[in-house]
């Protein structure tokens, strides 16, 4: 497997974490739509965290967040960052 693809395999095992941390949420999370909308109300004041085209761009494997990023998405995912980018480490380490 040449390494793009196994970079490519990791971006894809990491965006299938991070669906399955927001469809753990419940039913109400199932779509991204709704999770920004949610999460925006709930944690954020209501103000924009994140978009939905960019969150679906992690999910589908086709990025990587920020470390900024992946702080906030830990607190909209109720886990701990560390915990979290552990979990990325971990996948990237198994896929690269």
């Known amino acids: 497997m040449s390494e793009r693809q196994m970079s490519d395999s ?8 991070l669906l399955m941390k927001r ?3 419940g039913v109400g999370y199932t779509s991204r739509e709704a999770f920004v ?3 925006s109300q709930e944690l954020f004041g209501g103000n ?3 978009s939905v085209r960019y969150l ?3 999910e589908l494997g086709k990025n990587l967040p920020s ?7 830990a607190d909209a995912y109720e886990v701990d960052p560390v915990d979290l980018f552990n979990e990325i480490i971990r996948i990237y380490r198994e896929n690269k």
């Open 67 to 73: 470390i900024e990023k992946l702080v906030v998405l």
């Open 48 to 50: 924009d965290w994140i």
């Open 10 to 17: 990791a971006l894809l095992k990491i965006g299938e974490l």
């Open 37 to 39: 909308y949610k999460r």
């Open 56 to 58: 679906a761009s992690l």
């Open 23 to 25: 469809k753990n949420l």
